[in-house]
C-alpha cells in the first residue's frame, strides 16, 4: 500500500457521527498519521477538516462508483458511519476488497454482513483484507467481552468455555440514523432474516446441536449471580450472532472458545416488574414495526437522519455490560466492562475510532490468523483492541465467582 496518502479515511464525516469521529479522531490519532475526512458535499467538509484539523478530505458518494473506488485507492484503512449500510455499504466494501483496504463500520445490520459474507470472505481471506463490520456499540463490548472470558478461563484454568451469559444496564439515547437502519430493516424483510440465531456462522458451524443451545431469550428471569432480573435485549440479536461467528472463525484457527460454547444475552432490570414491562414492550414494538402507519409515524416524529442526543444527553449516558462465564468444571467467572457516555454515540465512536487507529498503527500485534476475510472485532483486532480501549476509558474488571 506503499504511496497512498492516507493511513485511515472517515467516511461520511459530515454526519452526525461522523463529526464526532472525525473529533475523536482529532484528539486521538497519533502524530503522523495521515487521514482525511470523506463524504458527499465539499463544502461542509472543508468545516469538519477545519475543526478536525485531518489531513485532507475527499469528495465521495455511494451512488458514484468511481469516487468510491478512488476514496478506496487513496488509503490504508477505511472507517464509515454512512448507513444504512444495505442501502449504502455495498459498493465501499466492494471497492476496499478489490484495492485491499482495511475496513471498519458501525452496521448492526446481520442480514447484510451475511451477504458480505457470502460475497466477500473467501476473496478478503486470501488478500490477507480485514473486512470488520460491527465495530460500533454494536458489537465491540459484547464481542471482546466474550473473548476476554474465554481467554481467561483458558489461560487461569486451562479449560474450555461452556457458556457466557451476558448483560447490559444502559442509559443512553437514540440518534436518527439507527431509527432509519430499523425502518428500512423492516421495510426489506431483513428483521425475519436476522432471527436465525446461526446466521453469521459458516456452514459447518450451522449444526442442529449449536442451533439448539443458541436460542434467543423471549422469557424472564432471575440471575442469582448478578443478582438482576434479566430480560430480552433489543440488540441481542446482533450481538450473539457475531459473538458466535468470533468462535466459530477462532475454531478454524484452533484458539475456539470450546466445542459446546453458548452465547446469549439480556437486559438487566432490578424488578421481575420491570423486566417482564420491557419484554412486553418490546416484543409489541417489534409488531408494530410490520406496519406501514407506524413506521410513517416514527419517520415523522422521530429524529432525522443527521439528528442525534444532545452534548448533555451523551455526557450523562452510561454502559455497564457484565458477563458471566462458565468453564467445563463448572467455575465461573465475571467480567464487568463500564464506559461513561451515550452508548450509541460515545461508545460507538470511541470502538469505530480505535479500531481503525489499531488497524492503521499496530498492524504487526493484530492477530495473526485468521489474517483476512469478512472478520469480527474479536478476531480482526482481538484483546489488542480491549487494551486501546481500557487506555481510552473504557473500565474493564475480570476475576472468579467466589462461592458463597
Not at 72 to 101: I, K, W, Y
Not at 380 to 388: E, F, I, K, N, Q
Request: with cysteine.
Amino acid at each position: 500500500m506503499a504511496g497512498r496518502p492516507y493511513d485511515v479515511t472517515l467516511f461520511g464525516a459530515t454526519g452526525f457521527t461522523g463529526r464526532l469521529a472525525a473529533r475523536y479522531l482529532s484528539e486521538h490519532a497519533p502524530p503522523g498519521l495521515r487521514w482525511a475526512v470523506a463524504g458527499r458535499s465539499g463544502a461542509r467538509l472543508e468545516l469538519v477538516k477545519a475543526e478536525a484539523h485531518a489531513s485532507g478530505l475527499v469528495v465521495a458518494d455511494s451512488a458514484d462508483p468511481g469516487s468510491i473506488d478512488a476514496m478506496a485507492a487513496g488509503t490504508r484503512v477505511l472507517a464509515t458511519t454512512v448507513g444504512p449500510f444495505a442501502h449504502h455499504g455495498g459498493p465501499v466494501v466492494d471497492a476496499c476488497v478489490r484495492h485491499r483496504v482495511d475496513y471498519v463500520d458501525i452496521t448492526g445490520e446481520t442480514a447484510w454482513v451475511r451477504g458480505l459474507v457470502d460475497r466477500h470472505h473467501e476473496a478478503a481471506a486470501l488478500a490477507g483484507t480485514r473486512i470488520v463490520p460491527f465495530c460500533g456499540f454494536d458489537s465491540v463490548p459484547s464481542d471482546l467481552g466474550a473473548l476476554l472470558v474465554a481467554s481467561f478461563i483458558r489461560d487461569r484454568w486451562g479449560q474450555d468455555t461452556r457458556r457466557v451469559s451476558a448483560s447490559f444496564a444502559l442509559r443512553g439515547g437514540y440518534g436518527g440514523g439507527t431509527l432509519a437502519t430499523v425502518l428500512h430493516s423492516a421495510e426489506t424483510g431483513e428483521l425475519v432474516v436476522g432471527r436465525d440465531v446461526l446466521l453469521l456462522n459458516p456452514a459447518e458451524h450451522r449444526t442442529g446441536a449449536e442451533r439448539a443451545r443458541s436460542a434467543d431469550l423471549f422469557a424472564v428471569r432471575r440471575d442469582p449471580v448478578r443478582q438482576v432480573w434479566l430480560a430480552p435485549f433489543p440488540m441481542a440479536r446482533v450481538n450473539t450472532r457475531v459473538v458466535r461467528r468470533s468462535n466459530a472463525l477462532l475454531e478454524a484457527v484452533g484458539r475456539g472458545y470450546g466445542p459446546e460454547f453458548a452465547y446469549e444475552e439480556a437486559a438487566e432490570y432490578r424488578s421481575r416488574l420491570g423486566a417482564e414491562a420491557a419484554r412486553l414492550g418490546l416484543r409489541l414494538f417489534e409488531r408494530a414495526l410490520a406496519a406501514e402507519r407506524v413506521r410513517a409515524l416514527l419517520r415523522r416524529f422521530g429524529p432525522a437522519p443527521g439528528e442525534g442526543p444532545s452534548p448533555a444527553a451523551r455526557e450523562l449516558g452510561a454502559m455497564r455490560l457484565r458477563l458471566v462465564g462458565e468453564a467445563a468444571s463448572g467455575r465461573k467467572v465475571l467480567a464487568t466492562l463500564r464506559a461513561r457516555g451515550d452508548p450509541g454515540s460515545r461508545v460507538t465512536v470511541m470502538t469505530l475510532c480505535e479500531a481503525a487507529l489499531a488497524l492503521a498503527t499496530q498492524r504487526e500485534a493484530l492477530p495473526r490468523a485468521p489474517a483476512g476475510g469478512v472478520l469480527t472485532p474479536a478476531t480482526a483486532v482481538g484483546l489488542l483492541l480491549l487494551d486501546r480501549l481500557e487506555a481510552a476509558g473504557l473500565q474493564v474488571e475480570v476475576g472468579p465467582v467466589v462461592r458463597t
